[in-house]
């Protein structure tokens, strides 16, 4: 990835100026005033994100559509969006309100793959989402959350990368700040993120959000350009740096976790393993050995597997298959309050695997990898630690039904997602992502219905082709039936996109 240009727009900056000081629908947050020492984007995204940040929840759909009428382009606003959620919502803990900033890339994916006419509709429900996040920040105990700029001084350039490796050794937030900064001003982002992978990757706590949030900065950045990079990887950071070494959170604290075997098994296999171990190529019975042994086996055993696998000559394109079989199985499984463990076993080995295609050093990529198999194991031995959530469903026991077709499988849905699924595995895979991406942009209205369906569209055709029907198949076990009510916030959008 390369440092983009400046993104030139019909819409100038004087005029965004004069929206946001005249417009009816910018009315300013009492909370909202301009201190000497808030983080400001460049000249071309501050008045924008401004806009965004000051308009009400009510009127924010009129906003944007008044702004896209008049020729602000797709990227400037998805980018201001993004930015807006930076600065506004406190990283820590990386979720929760947070998530407004991590769906920024999943509805650009399910923009890019609707139907033209649906294109902006993803927007819309960021935007939505972005607003209600705003306005849960406000009320946290801890004050309402604004980025500011950073004090102290930043290390020189040759420094940068061991102090921020140290700073996030010793959970020292404002010295990774400081450090992160002068990374994101010297170096290329291949050398930002090909340390930051490590550190995404290491700590599961709050369910998987943490390798979530690395891979979705990381893509959304490669959208809007890496000249916005420095406020996003200090927020970053902090998110990353959260919870300490004591907390436990999700049934770990930081050393129960297989990182800390993941880096000395990293070190003991990496020497032996051939050059092709990192080959794309599949392997299907193997991936059903170590499906089996990541069913069952510890956080260390799974890595172990994965691990002794590799240096059998398995290919990790077959690892990978297992490990996304294993998530979209727990996703299968889960029911009641454990839903969401599955559904971010599923988006956390999407980061992960995203991670791992991006990072340029090797020993990076085995090391996530071996995360991903030891975080299966930890997402599903968290799910087992309350039992009545978790019901017995090897993802291969579906089969064929008597209907193979995508309206029969969502015309089922409601009844049963086992049902539904059997419809569609001799479907077409294409006729069910329109059919999804049509469902979720008519019905979706919580963050996890966008982020779940974009990680299997980006993560199904990397399997092997025997295995793609059933990984396919998960996209219907988080999704809204037909009975249930079309979303206000999209309806009240395609009204509007339909006057303009």
């Given at each position: 990835?390369?440092?983009?240009?400046?993104?030139?727009?019909?819409?100038?900056?004087?005029?965004?100026?004069?929206?946001?000081?005249?417009?009816?629908?910018?009315?300013?947050?009492?909370?909202?005033?301009?201190?000497?020492?808030?983080?400001?984007?460049?000249?071309e995204?501050?008045?924008?994100?401004?806009?965004?940040?000051?308009?009400?929840?009510?009127?924010?759909?009129?906003m944007?559509?008044?702004?896209?009428?008049?020729?602000?382009?797709?990227?400037?606003?998805?980018?201001?969006?993004?930015?807006?959620?930076?600065?506004?919502?406190?990283?820590?803990?990386?979720?929760?309100?947070?998530?407004?900033?991590?769906?920024?890339?999943?509805?650009?994916?399910?923009?890019?793959?609707?139907?033209?006419?649906?294109r902006?509709?993803?927007?819309?429900?960021?935007?939505?989402?972005?607003?209600?996040a705003?306005?849960?920040?406000?009320?946290?105990?801890?004050?309402?959350y604004?980025?500011?700029?950073?004090?102290?001084?930043?290390?020189?350039?040759?420094?940068?990368?061991?102090?921020?490796?140290?700073?996030?050794?010793?959970?020292?937030?404002?010295?990774?700040?400081?450090?992160?900064?002068?990374?994101?001003?010297?170096?290329?982002?291949?050398?930002?993120?090909?340390?930051?992978?490590?550190?995404?990757?290491?700590?599961?706590?709050?369910?998987?959000?943490?390798?979530?949030?690395?891979?979705?900065?990381?893509?959304?950045?490669?959208?809007?350009?890496?000249?916005?990079?420095?406020?996003?990887?200090?927020s970053?950071?902090?998110a990353?740096?959260?919870?300490?070494?004591?907390?436990?959170?999700?049934?770990?604290?930081?050393?129960?976790?297989?990182?800390?075997?993941?880096?000395?098994?990293?070190?003991?296999?990496?020497?032996?393993?051939?050059?092709?171990?990192?080959?794309?190529?599949?392997?299907?019975?193997?991936?059903?050995?170590?499906?089996?042994?990541?069913?069952?086996?510890?956080?260390?055993?799974?890595?172990?597997?994965?691990?002794?696998?590799?240096?059998?000559?398995?290919?990790?394109?077959?690892?990978?298959?297992?490990?996304?079989?294993?998530?979209?199985?727990?996703?299968?499984?889960?029911?009641?309050?454990?839903?969401?463990?599955?559904?971010?076993?599923?988006?956390?080995?999407?980061?992960?695997?995203?991670g791992?295609?991006?990072?340029?050093?090797?020993?990076?990529?085995?090391?996530?990898?071996?995360?991903?198999?030891?975080?299966?194991?930890?997402?599903?031995?968290?799910?087992?630690?309350?039992?009545?959530?978790?019901?017995?469903?090897?993802?291969?026991?579906?089969?064929?039904?008597a209907?193979?077709?995508?309206?029969?499988?969502?015309?089922?849905?409601?009844?049963?997602?086992?049902?539904?699924?059997?419809?569609?595995?001799?479907?077409?895979?294409?006729?069910?992502?329109?059919?999804?991406?049509?469902?979720?942009?008519?019905?979706?209205?919580?963050?996890?219905?966008?982020?779940?369906?974009?990680?299997?569209?980006?993560?199904?055709?990397?399997?092997?082709?025997?295995?793609?029907?059933?990984?396919?198949?998960?996209?219907?076990?988080y999704?809204?039936?037909?009975?249930?009510?079309?979303?206000?916030?999209?309806?009240?959008?395609?009204?509007?996109?339909?006057?303009?």
């Amino acid at each position: 990835m390369s440092n983009s240009t400046p993104h030139s727009s019909r819409f100038s900056r004087r005029t965004v100026l004069g929206l946001a000081a005249a417009s009816p629908l910018a009315v300013p947050r009492a909370a909202a005033a301009v201190s000497p020492d808030i983080v400001r984007f460049s000249s071309e995204m501050e008045p924008l994100v401004r806009l965004i940040e000051d308009t009400p929840r009510d009127r924010s759909a009129a906003m944007a559509a008044s702004l896209l009428r008049k020729g602000v382009s797709y990227r400037q606003f998805l980018g201001a969006l993004f930015l807006a959620g930076i600065r506004n919502v406190n990283p820590r803990p990386p979720g929760f309100s947070l998530h407004c900033v991590f769906v920024i890339h999943s509805a650009h994916l399910l923009g890019l793959e609707a139907a033209p006419e649906d294109r902006l509709l993803p927007l819309f429900y960021a935007l939505d989402n972005f607003k209600g996040a705003q306005d849960r920040d406000l009320k946290q105990k801890a004050g309402d959350y604004t980025m500011t700029t950073l004090s102290g001084a930043i290390p020189a350039a040759g420094r940068a990368e061991s102090e921020l490796a140290a700073a996030m050794d010793t959970w020292d937030m404002e010295r990774a700040e400081r450090a992160a900064v002068s990374l994101v001003r010297h170096r290329s982002p291949e050398d930002v993120f090909g340390l930051l992978w490590q550190f995404g990757a290491r700590d599961y706590r709050n369910i998987g959000h943490k390798a979530i949030y690395t891979a979705n900065a990381h893509r959304t950045l490669q959208t809007i350009g890496w000249r916005h990079a420095e406020p996003v990887v200090r927020s970053l950071v902090l998110a990353l740096l959260d919870f300490g070494k004591d907390q436990t959170v999700n049934g770990y604290a930081w050393l129960d976790q297989c990182y800390h075997t993941n880096i000395g098994r990293l070190m003991d296999i990496y020497p032996r393993l051939k050059p092709a171990w990192a080959s794309a190529a599949h392997n299907p019975e193997a991936s059903r050995e170590l499906l089996a042994a990541l069913r069952t086996g510890s956080p260390d055993a799974s890595s172990q597997a994965v691990a002794s696998a590799l240096e059998k000559g398995v290919p990790a394109g077959a690892a990978w298959d297992a490990v996304h079989l294993s998530a979209v199985e727990l996703a299968m499984r889960t029911r009641g309050a454990s839903v969401i463990a599955g559904i971010h076993a599923v988006t956390a080995m999407n980061g992960l695997r995203h991670g791992y295609h991006a990072a340029v050093d090797p020993r990076t990529r085995l090391l996530l990898l071996l995360q991903a198999a030891g975080w299966s194991a930890q997402f599903r031995v968290w799910s087992e630690s309350r039992e009545k959530d978790l019901r017995p469903f090897p993802i291969t026991a579906i089969r064929p039904g008597a209907q193979p077709s995508v309206d029969a499988a969502f015309a089922a849905l409601a009844a049963s997602p086992d049902q539904a699924a059997s419809h569609i595995l001799a479907a077409e895979r294409r006729d069910l992502v329109n059919a999804a991406i049509r469902h979720v942009l008519a019905k979706g209205d919580e963050v996890h219905y966008y982020k779940y369906l974009a990680a299997l569209i980006e993560d199904v055709p990397l399997a092997a082709t025997a295995f793609q029907p059933h990984l396919a198949a998960g996209m219907l076990y988080y999704m809204k039936s037909p009975s249930d009510p079309d979303s206000k916030v999209l309806t009240e959008a395609r009204q509007l996109l339909k006057n303009a």
